[in-house]
């Protein structure tokens, strides 16, 4: 009789895409971040990562990226710059242990889409280095450490449908009656967020201190009624996006002209969100949508959970 030998730990984290319900954005503060108050949806698109313990023989770290067809490998650094890195170095400065790990992160979440991304890969890698090195970071450490990392990536860690404040980073989960169906278009070409915040203040040089509120949208979210929701989704950042990118002016006009609820930009963009009633009505339109010449048309619904354990294998 042979004992089993455990030999390897894979830890595989599933982190999900966010929309935008309500993106109200504030004057620049001192620290040239905006004042946000936002609502947060996590959608069922969604980055894989696994992370697994270097043998002895192995490089102490490694981080290798698979991306969906739609996404450009090359537009994801690998270097230390990548998101994953920095959470792996915040997290193991944070407990005084050296930064190891074989990290895979398979991505469908468009880059530089207004997704948040990369934010789903920072949290998902807390989760999983948490786990593989077994540090047992509490929650309100990780929140922490999260918000260092970016300003979405907290909203990324716990999910669901929450309320963001400050720059976006402190986050409040909220009541939802609903599940949500969207179509989502993604741009080949990204729109970097700082230069849609830049023009934002360009366009705007009299934003409020304090950003606009969302009371009557967490009544729609509550109700659970798609076609509420659909009058009162804002995006303060919808302007500027299409300024830089008219395109996405048409394609807006395209999906409510083939009987989306609404379409708005997501985030900083340059993704498009189309809300609609039901799945069937969700995929009804992304039909529609790839018939007029769209190759990449995602169906998602929200909310789903934040960054969580989905495989723990012992081999
Ligand atoms: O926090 P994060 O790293 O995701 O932010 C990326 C950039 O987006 C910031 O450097 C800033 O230019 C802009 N930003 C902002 N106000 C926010 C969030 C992001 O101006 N509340």
Redesign the pocket.
């Known amino acids: 009789m042979s004992i089993p030998v455990r030999t390897s730990v894979n830890i595989t984290v599933r982190s999900a895409a966010k929309i935008n319900l309500h993106l109200g954005?504030g004057a620049?503060r001192d620290d040239?971040?905006?004042?946000?108050t936002t609502v947060y949806q996590a959608v069922g698109l969604c980055d894989d990562l696994t992370a697994t313990l270097p043998g002895e023989q192995d490089a102490p770290w490694d981080l290798r990226l698979r991306v969906a067809d739609y996404i450009d490998p090359g537009a994801v650094p690998v270097d230390d710059d990548n998101i994953v890195a920095r959470a792996a170095t915040l997290l193991a400065a944070h407990h005084g242990v050296p930064v190891r790990g074989h990290i895979d992160v398979d991505k469908a979440i468009p880059v530089a889409g207004g997704l948040a991304g990369g934010?789903a890969d920072a949290a998902a890698a807390l989760v999983a280095l948490d786990r593989l090195w077994d540090a047992r970071t509490s929650d309100d450490d990780l929140l922490t450490l999260a918000a260092e990392?970016?300003?979405?990536?907290p909203f990324a860690l716990i999910g669901g449908t929450a309320l963001g404040t400050g720059?976006?980073?402190l986050v409040t989960p909220l009541p939802d009656g609903g599940t949500w169906w969207w179509v989502l278009v993604p741009s080949r070409d990204g729109l970097a967020?700082?230069d849609v915040?830049?023009h934002f203040d360009k366009l705007f040089p009299d934003a409020p201190a304090v950003p606009p509120p969302a009371d009557e949208l967490l009544d729609a979210v509550a109700s659970g009624d798609p076609v509420r929701l659909a009058r009162l989704l804002r995006n303060d950042l919808q302007e500027p996006a299409l300024d830089l990118r008219p395109d996405l002016g048409v394609l807006l006009e395209r999906g409510e002209s083939e009987g989306a609820l609404r379409g708005i930009i997501s985030g900083?963009g340059p993704t498009c969100a189309f809300l609609c009633e039901s799945s069937d009505h969700a995929r009804d339109l992304a039909g529609a949508l790839m018939r007029h010449g769209r190759t990449v048309v995602l169906v998602a619904n929200g909310a789903v959970a934040g960054a969580h354990l989905v495989e723990n294998l012992h081999g």
């Open positions: 954005v620049p040239g971040f905006h004042p946000l934010s990392l970016g300003s979405d990536v720059r976006g980073e967020t700082p915040y830049r900083s």
